[in-house]
């Protein structure tokens, strides 16, 4: 599966975004979805993740009750909904798939986007 990450840009804080995954190649539906972003000289940091069907997903603490992730089977995309943005959400976000559960580990997705940069001014 190929994925194409975008939506991102420059916002305020307190501001929000709404990125978008689209995928090709292949039945999407069968893949869970994560989203991560990474910063210069860091590793690469889970945000979220939806299972294949959309039932259930997962937001660490640093950005529940901001974040909301949701999918689309039938548009092949899926959404990372980003309110309330700090400077320290500041990160080039990717979006990721694997076959079955998602995971929370980058080195668990075998599908990448190319990422798309996020700039939240203070």
């Known amino acids: 599966v190929q994925l194409q990450a975008s939506g991102g840009g420059l916002v305020q804080a307190g501001g929000s975004l709404r990125l978008s995954c689209a995928a090709s190649?292949?039945?999407?539906?069968?893949?869970?979805v994560g989203w991560f972003r990474q910063v210069p000289g860091k590793e690469r940091e889970f945000v979220a993740a939806?299972?294949?069907?959309?039932?259930?997903?997962y937001l660490p603490d640093s950005v529940k009750g901001r974040f909301t992730i949701s999918r689309d089977n039938a548009e092949n995309t899926v959404y990372l909904q980003m309110n309330s943005l700090t400077p320290e959400d500041t990160a080039v976000y990717y979006c990721?798939?694997?076959?079955?559960?998602?995971?929370?580990?980058?080195?668990?997705?075998?599908?990448w986007g190319q990422g798309t940069l996020v700039t939240v001014s203070s």
């Open positions: 939806i299972s294949w069907s959309g039932s259930r997903t």
């Open positions: 190649g292949r039945t999407f539906n069968n893949y869970a």
């Open positions: 990721a798939a694997r076959i079955t559960n998602y995971a929370l580990t980058a080195r668990e997705y075998g599908y």
